[in-house]
């Protein structure tokens, strides 16, 4: 009787342990880099690209989902190659520089000095479950006059991307345009406001 039970017991363990053995791997997503915008002539600005912050649920780098009005959750097996914040950042420091319409362009990590910081807050870049399904990005960007410590120009950004299909990779590819979309906008609208900006002596 004692040895049936631990044949059992040995059993259960080796089962147990398969499973754990077992698990489902994680997919890793990132945004893609913006093509350089059309050129033009340097202004005379150096840039430093600071922080976006976020909500303490998008500084994690699992990829977010809203479900009716109030719920929201996050997928185990699907995440960002970094949180959406840093990544963000990234995208807007690349497309600032290939723009090549600045004297300079470095991010706020650097010792480099600026005369304009670019800075943002994220709200949301979350799936939106429902009929239809879609990605969902809100996003303010500002650029802020160091030496006068006023902003010279700002952006707000409220997308519903619609999504092609029903998988997560779909989301995020829906994701993506929405951003590549405020990026181009941010990058146009900032050109025009700093061409007509003179620096604080």
């Not at 342990?17 to 791997?25: E, F, I, K, Y």
């Not at 977010?64 to 997928?75: D, F, L, S």
């Not at 497309?95 to 670019?118: E, F, K, M, P």
């Amino acid at each position: 009787m004692m040895r049936r039970y631990r044949l059992l017991a040995a059993s259960a363990l080796v089962i147990i342990l398969s499973a754990c053995g077992s698990s489902r791997p994680s997919k890793y997503y990132m945004l893609q880099l913006p093509a350089a915008p059309e050129g033009g002539a340097a202004l005379p600005v150096d840039l430093l690209v600071g922080r976006i912050f976020a909500p303490q649920l998008l500084r994690d780098d699992r990829i977010i989902y809203r479900a009716g009005a109030n719920e929201v959750g996050a997928y185990d097996y699907h995440r960002w190659a970094e949180p959406p914040g840093p990544m963000l950042e990234s995208v807007l420091l690349h497309s600032l520089r290939q723009s090549g319409r600045y004297r300079a362009v470095h991010s706020y990590r650097s010792n480099a000095r600026g005369d304009v910081l670019i800075r943002g807050r994220l709200y949301d870049f979350s799936e939106v479950t429902g009929s239809p399904l879609v990605a969902r990005l809100k996003l303010e960007l500002e650029a802020y006059d160091i030496a006068a410590q006023k902003p010279v120009f700002a952006r707000s950004y409220s997308q519903d991307e619609q999504v092609s299909g029903k998988e997560v990779a779909d989301v995020v590819a829906a994701l993506d345009r929405a951003t590549q979309r405020a990026v181009a906008d941010f990058n146009a609208g900032l050109v025009e406001a700093l061409a007509k900006w003179s620096p604080k002596k």
